[in-house]
């Protein structure tokens, strides 16, 4: 063999294993939870104890390159996160979370300029690539009290507090529909606004600080009783409700909080029901009212590019008017509702939308809840009516127990729509 080698290393076999050249690996393996690392050079990083997060600069010029280890095998059990110091990765700021959970990798990337940012050379792209994070705070906004309906709207902040009533924005309504999008904002469309009046479709956008927006010309079919979930991790999307006649139709949204002409339904027409995502990207439409005292429990899943699936046979207790939350990262929960008097049962969703079996309720039995997640990984149902209206709720922890009643703050309403907003506690 003829050439320089630079800083390459010895397979088992004997083999020179080549490396990227000019890269100077650093002889101390790294067990510590941090590292901040230069770029020319290599590292082995050992997760065996505890995970590792990686600071890289922050500042880099075109070209620079750094080599990432997985010394033990053990990123599958303790991961290495990347945090990329204000600069881009992959083209996604440094807002995003970067994770390396696959044993035996090794991280190459090198810097292409501020655009892009750091771009690996080699890595898993589907498991490795940056994830939005997850929403930290909530809202609760709309509904209907014993007065008629309210455009109110209650802060849910990152540790579950529920805020008092902050004066409301848009057409007072009910029975509309809410779900993040653009990874840190909110969107609440559609809903039934009064006597007169009756189905809208206007929306209302809802910032990364909770401020929600004056109404937008609704875009679709004007209906109430439907239900939204986020999908592909920045988007979301309106499904099914009534119009007086059930429909399976839906409207999706864009990052950018634009709302989408109808798509055609599929599955069974149905309203009254529930919507929440899953698996990071995914989401859920389940159980719900075809129509008098028919409830069902069927549920669609959602992929992450927004299409709809054929109706899957349904788990648990048939069921309308029931509250969902995300909790865990990556699950669901339908909780609450009503079927032949309202109910406190609840089924889990898992991380790849499979709805399990009725678990015993918690709290007050009651219909017209909804929810949403707050913290990164918990949720929260509040609000409905036992036949009477409330604004007690109950809090889900990250591993989806539904806690004891909450006393409730600001005004008791039922018919309220909920959603996640901001990544920032």
């Given amino acids: 063999m003829s050439g320089t080698v630079v800083s390459n290393v010895f397979r088992t076999s004997g083999v020179i294993a080549a490396t990227a050249a000019?890269?100077?690996?650093?002889?101390?393996?790294?067990?510590?939870?941090?590292?901040?690392?230069?770029?020319?050079?290599?590292?082995?990083?050992?997760?065996?104890?505890?995970?590792?997060?990686?600071?890289?600069?922050?500042?880099?010029?075109?070209?620079?390159?750094?080599?990432?280890?997985?010394?033990?095998?053990?990123?599958?059990?303790?991961?290495?996160?990347?945090?990329?110091?204000?600069?881009?990765?992959?083209?996604?700021?440094?807002?995003?979370?970067?994770?390396?959970?696959?044993?035996?990798?090794?991280?190459?990337?090198?810097?292409?300029?501020?655009?892009?940012?750091?771009?690996?050379?080699?890595?898993?792209?589907?498991?490795?690539?940056?994830?939005?994070?997850p929403t930290q705070k909530g809202i609760f906004a709309f509904g209907t009290d014993n007065s008629g309906n309210t455009n109110i709207s209650n802060l849910v902040s990152s540790s579950g507090v529920v805020g008092s009533d902050v004066t409301g924005v848009g057409t007072s309504r009910r029975y509309l529909g809410g779900a993040s999008y653009g990874g840190d904002k909110a969107i609440m469309a559609f809903g039934y606004a009064a006597d007169g009046v009756n189905y809208v479709s206007m929306s209302n956008l809802i910032n990364n600080s909770g401020v929600v927006a004056t109404d937008v010309t609704g875009v679709g079919t004007s209906r109430d009783q439907l239900k939204a979930c986020g999908y592909g991790g920045d988007k979301a999307i309106f499904g099914y409700g009534t119009t007086g006649s059930k429909t399976a139709a839906t409207n999706l949204v864009n990052s950018s909080g634009v709302v989408s002409a109808d798509v055609s339904g599929v599955g069974t027409a149905r309203s009254s029901l529930g919507a929440v995502s899953y698996g990071g990207d995914k989401g859920i439409f389940a159980y719900g009212s075809t129509g008098g005292a028919t409830d069902v429990s069927t549920s669609n899943l959602v992929s992450n590019l927004g299409v709809v699936s054929a109706d899957v046979t349904g788990v648990g207790t048939a069921r309308d008017n029931m509250g969902?939350?995300?909790?865990?990262?990556?699950?669901?929960?339908?909780?609450?509702?009503?079927?032949?008097?309202?109910?406190?049962?609840?089924?889990?969703?898992?991380?790849?939308?499979?709805v399990a079996a009725d678990v015993s309720g918690v709290g007050t039995a009651r219909r017209l809840s909804n929810g949403t997640g707050y913290g990164g990984d918990k949720g929260i149902i509040r609000g409905g009516t036992s036949n009477t209206h409330t604004a007690i709720s109950n809090l889900i922890s990250n591993s989806g127990v539904v806690a004891a009643d909450t006393a409730g703050v600001g005004t008791a309403l039922s018919g309220q729509t909920a959603a996640g907003y901001s990544t920032s506690a």
């Fill in 324 to 354: 969902t939350a995300s909790y865990g990262g990556d699950k669901g929960i339908f909780a609450y509702g009503n079927h032949d008097g309202n109910l406190n049962v609840s089924n889990l969703v898992s991380n790849t939308g499979v």
């Fill in 22 to 133: 000019g890269i100077s690996f650093q002889s101390s393996v790294v067990t510590g939870t941090t590292l901040s690392v230069e770029a020319g050079k290599g590292y082995f990083i050992n997760t065996t104890s505890n995970i590792c997060t990686v600071t890289l600069p922050s500042s880099a010029a075109a070209g620079d390159q750094i080599v990432l280890v997985d010394y033990a095998r053990t990123w599958g059990t303790n991961s290495m996160f990347i945090n990329s110091n204000g600069l881009n990765f992959q083209g996604q700021a440094d807002t995003y979370v970067v994770e390396y959970a696959t044993s035996g990798a090794t991280v190459n990337i090198v810097y292409s300029g501020a655009s892009k940012g750091w771009t690996p050379i080699s890595d898993d792209v589907v498991t490795d690539a940056p994830v939005q994070p």
